[in-house]
């Protein structure tokens, strides 16, 4: 099951790279990604008699937060998936062949991310979702998305090699001790109470600040503005619902080490300042931000902010914090895809361009408009139930202030985004309805329709599958010396 969970996309990269007709090669990914998404939740889900998902003599394991982060994945590429045909049949002007193949690609990677459990292999994984996913950023193919592009590589790159430099500190802090070096995590976690303190606390510090840059925590962000900003609306949906998952996965691997061993209290406090840094960079950066997809890009850094606050808080917010994860996905779904519709029907991503949207696209502009009420925390949404989560587990751990910064914090981002949003889709519109090649259509908004009704469903009942999952995932993390 694992080698199918991770072959199955890289063969429907190889069919997307040799299918010889634009017209046609687009619909090969929801026909993969569908075949993908039966397959994670088989494995998600087993029989019975089903033996755990595993290979390569343990380097491959699903456990729960991986299980977690893998259900994302395959679901928000499903629905991306949906999304590609009818946004690629207008963009004939660009070949698709390397996109189709690459968004493959990407699916796969983060596929193996989640299956990691050797040190190696998961620094592996993440480097190989910055290669595949490079080239999708390049999709418009003009000076500002190959700067994007470039920005992201070289950034990303210094943050993966700072993962490797603490990935061999880990690894040393087992030779510091006197035992015998390992790689495998679950070694690790067993071996925790004995490895070097110093050591620990070192590689600690420099995972999280080079897995953080992949995730996009400030103050390691700044790839992120210009590759969201430049990306198309598909791409930036996956690589700030997926990528970021997938990242912050690898964080919460090094982060069950430390609670395991003598970094607890020094990774917990480091994970709070870090997710109250991240908010309050995004908080500053939105207030009159006018560029859409910036925008989205700087609300990706706030809930990324959320996720790692939430684990450092730990308890019920780690509970929060997974369930996060899953709204983060969501919302990010259906704001980055609508922002792309309207980005076509306006020709503007700039606010000063494009305003009256309901009158010019009225399916996608509401949709916007949904989506940043959710992901701003807003009531019924899912993302008011994990932060609310969150918030709940600070106040009984007596972090008043940390409460007190955070609803500060959100209640900035909320008025700093809303600000943009509201001028977008109100008022008259900034060209007639009409003249515009794009108009809303099923193909580039049912999709989105499906992301924020799972948005609404987790935001009123959390079905007791997720919940059961989601609790023993927190428990696993939440390991006691």
Request: net charge neutral; aromatic share 10%; charged share 10%.
């Amino acid at each position: 099951m694992a080698y199918l969970l991770i072959g199955l996309p890289l063969l429907m990269a190889v069919a997307s790279f040799a299918c010889p007709a634009d017209r046609w090669r687009p619909w090969l990914l929801p026909l993969g990604g569908l075949a993908q998404l039966t397959v994670a939740f088989s494995a998600i889900v087993p029989s019975p008699d089903m033996p755990a998902v595993s290979g390569l003599g343990g380097w491959l394991l699903l456990d729960a937060p991986g299980k977690i982060v893998l259900g994302v994945v395959s679901t928000l590429f499903f629905l991306c998936s949906l999304y590609a045909p009818g946004y690629l049949a207008l963009r004939r002007d660009r070949p698709n062949r390397m996109f189709c193949a690459n968004c493959f690609g990407m699916l796969a990677t983060m596929t193996l991310v989640t299956l990691a459990h050797h040190l190696g292999l998961m620094w592996v994984a993440v480097e190989a979702t910055t290669l595949v996913s490079a080239p999708l950023l390049y999709f418009n193919r003009n000076a500002r998305s190959l700067e994007a592009t470039w920005k992201y590589l070289l950034i990303s790159s210094v943050g993966i090699a700072l993962a490797l430099f603490g990935s061999f500190f880990l690894a040393y802090s087992s030779l510091a001790a006197g035992l015998e070096s390992t790689l495998l995590f679950e070694q690790l976690v067993d071996e925790a109470g004995e490895l070097s303190s110093p050591w620990l606390h070192a590689a600690f510090a420099l995972l999280l600040v080079g897995y953080g840059t992949k995730m996009g925590l400030a103050p390691m962000h700044t790839w992120k503005p210009d590759a969201y900003g430049e990306a198309p609306g598909l791409v930036g949906a996956l690589m700030a619902g997926g990528v970021t998952s997938c990242a912050f996965l690898a964080i919460l691997r090094i982060y069950r080490i430390c609670q395991a061993g003598a970094a607890a209290d020094f990774s917990r406090e480091m994970m709070i300042v870090v997710g109250l840094l991240s908010m309050a960079v995004a908080a500053v950066f939105m207030v009159r931000q006018r560029d859409l997809k910036r925008l989205l890009a700087y609300s990706s850094v706030e809930q990324m902010g959320v996720l790692v606050l939430g684990v450092g808080i730990g308890g019920l917010a780690l509970y929060g914090a997974l369930l996060h994860v899953i709204n983060n996905a969501l919302a990010k779904g259906v704001l980055f895809l609508s922002a792309g519709n309207l980005h076509r029907a306006f020709g503007s991503k700039f606010a000063d361009n494009v305003h009256g949207a309901l009158g010019v696209a009225p399916v996608s502009a509401a949709l916007f408009m949904a989506g940043f009420l959710a992901i701003t925390g807003s009531p019924p949404f899912g993302p008011f139930v994990s932060e609310l989560i969150v918030v709940n587990a600070a106040m009984d751990e007596g972090r008043f202030f940390v409460v007190g910064l955070f609803l500060a914090l959100l209640a900035i981002a909320f008025i700093g985004m809303g600000s943009t949003v509201l001028a977008v889709v109100q008022g008259a519109p900034s060209q007639e309805p009409g003249k515009s090649a794009f108009h809303d259509r099923f193909n580039t908004s049912f999709p989105i329709v499906v992301f924020l009704g799972l948005l609404l469903a987790v935001g009123i009942y959390v079905p007791a599958p997720l919940e059961s999952l989601l609790r023993e995932a927190a428990a696993v993390l939440e390991v006691k010396r």
